[in-house]
């Protein structure tokens, strides 16, 4: 078997170059972007998705208990490669389908205390994963969670049918 190429650190050695010349060498010996952004898709697209992501759990909340709608929580590390995945499959133009169904919100519990009780919540134990609460009556249930990578028509079915099981009502009622 050949043995892969190892870059060592006198191929980092650039006589009188600048640090952004280092990082295009990098970007290329990695095929990666090391500077781009945890939002921004591999193909440079922007958001097509319409969905308005919050990051402030507390107002995700309120806005969410206001609206009457359910809370959509994609809980995310920024070293996690699926979960830079799964972000650029959020920002696709067919995930706006579900746009206006619910609140979304985008949490780093690493970075977030408020985002690290939520996600003791909703025992969440991988990443990327993505939690369904239902807020309404001052009270939080969650209703649906699953954890991994997920493409967006994949993310919109289930999106779409936990929707329609929260908006029946009850048989009790």
Sequence with gaps: MARPEVLTSSALEYSGK??????EVL???FAFNVARPLERSQSGEQNLSNIEWQTDVKSAFTQAQA??????????EDRCGWCK??????EKASTG???????FLRVT????????????LCNIEGYPSVSVLDVKNGSI??????????????????????????DKPSMLS
Excluded at 69 to 74: G, I, S, Y
Excluded at 97 to 103: P, S, Y
Excluded at 142 to 164: H, N
């Design 109 to 120: 519990p690493s970075n977030n205390a408020d985002g690290k009780k939520l996600a003791e």
């Design 141 to 166: 249930t969650p209703v649906f969670k699953v954890s991994g990578f997920l493409d967006s028509p994949k993310f919109v079915a289930s999106m779409q049918k936990v929707f329609a099981q929260i």
């Design 18 to 23: 600048s640090s952004d010349s280092a990082r």
């Design 97 to 103: 389908a579900i746009a206006k169904d619910a609140i």
């Design 67 to 76: 609206e009457g709608k359910p809370l959509v929580v994609v809980f995310q």
């Design 27 to 29: 970007s290329q010996q």
């Design 85 to 90: 995945l799964f972000s650029q499959e959020l």
